[in-house]
Nanobody
Framework: QVQLVESGGGLVQAGGSLRLSCRAS????????MGWFRQAPGKDRESVAT????????SYGDSVKGRFTISRDNAKNTVYLQMNSLKPEDTAVYYC???????????WGPGTQVTVSL
């Protein structure tokens, strides 16, 4: 079982930056692909960014390409989401998730609120 806890959310002005962190418990973090998802009020949850277990492969949602960067440090059991040039439409609860290769997203954190003001 893996437990995930996000941190780093908050209130920021449009154009600003935030870095989210997600720390995982357990010794098997390095086996999991990790991802960041977000859900705004009244909207479906969407995939923001994913990263492979090794960190060699990443993918991004179209709305964040070129602005967000996902990375991980397996020695620290942590995955990061660097968010630059934030827009009000980035306002959402951001969730960290993990899965084994070929599986579904099995482990989820409680989420952290990101609010971008004009």
């Amino acid at each position: 079982q893996v437990q995930l806890v996000e941190s780093g959310g908050g209130l920021v002005q449009a154009g600003g930056s935030l870095r989210l962190s997600c720390r995982a418990s357990g010794r098997t973090f390095g086996r999991y692909n990790m991802g960041w998802f977000r859900q705004a009020p009244g909207k479906d949850r969407e995939s923001v960014a994913t990263i492979s277990w090794s960190g060699d492969s990443t993918s991004y949602g179209d709305s964040v390409k070129g602005r967000f960067t996902i990375s991980r440090d397996n020695a620290k059991n942590t995955v990061y989401l660097q968010m630059n040039s934030l827009k009000p439409e980035d306002t959402a609860v951001y969730y960290c998730a993990g899965k084994l290769f070929g599986s579904t997203w099995s482990f989820w954190g409680p989420g952290t609120q990101v609010t971008v003001s004009l």
